[in-house]
């Protein structure tokens, strides 16, 4: 999810999802999802707009024999219609408790409100397929938990300062199906991440990031190797710092 600039500073190749605008009142009807349930469209909602105030919503498809390709996670200010997902051909699962409200937007900025919306989930998904398709398994976990930071910090303040803490709503299988791995090989990144100081989590749900340069540069592809433990000398030996 990261590129690295000609000048050799680490940027975003996903940037983290703008609060887009949206026109028009936003009347008090809210709708709660529990954990695991699916997104409840009503046909006359076929051209509403929801807004994700609290929780986390993954979009995801099945390939067959049970399998599930997670390809975006959306949190808080993200937005999410019915016409997006039949743009993707994919369904959607509240991965916590998610309160979504709907909006009500001016016909004459309906379409521009999907199209800003279907932009940014095309730029995610570009940046996404390429990290399935060319980085480490590592690469892959550190580019997830940068991800997540930006969506979910619990103070927004703080994402891009030391000891950002944030709730994963991911299980470590939402995680594998999300990245392209085995379960197994997600604990042991996070377990190397862990062990290597770069970040804690004391219980799985809450994931504190104590090293955000090195996990910039493991995301990055500057980072060790291999997928053991990660250290922060490491990373930086190899960017040559």
């Known amino acids: 999810m990261y590129n690295i600039s000609s000048a050799g500073n680490v940027s975003p190749a996903i940037a983290f999802p703008p609060v887009l605008p949206v026109r028009g009142k936003m009347p008090p009807r809210h709708s709660l999802l529990e954990p695991r349930a699916q997104l409840p469209f009503r046909a006359d909602q076929s051209q509403s707009v929801f807004r994700i105030t609290e929780g986390c919503i993954a979009l995801y498809r099945l390939i067959g024999e049970g399998r599930r390709q997670i390809f975006d996670i959306l949190g808080p200010e993200r937005l999410i219609s019915p016409v997006i997902m039949r743009q993707f051909q994919c369904a959607a699962v509240a991965l916590t408790y998610t309160r979504l ?40 976990v550190a580019s997830a938990l940068i991800d997540l930071s930006g969506q979910f910090a619990r103070s927004r303040q703080t994402v891009r300062r030391p000891h950002a803490t944030f709730t994963l709503y991911l299980t470590r299988n939402d995680l594998a199906d999300w990245l392209g791995l085995t379960l197994e090989t997600v604990s042991r990144c996070l377990n190397g991440l862990k062990r290597g100081g770069l970040i804690d989590f004391r219980s799985p749900e809450v994931i504190t990031i104590k090293d955000q340069d090195a996990l910039d540069l493991i995301a990055s592809g500057m980072g060790p190797a291999d997928d053991g433990p990660y250290s922060f000398s490491a990373a930086r030996k190899k960017q040559g710092a």
């Open 101 to 140: 409200e709907e909006s009500q937007i001016e016909p004459e900025d309906l379409q521009s409100t999907h199209d800003a919306q279907i932009q940014v989930m095309l730029q995610r998904s570009l940046s996404h397929a390429a990290l399935l398709g060319r980085k480490r398994a590592g690469e892959r």
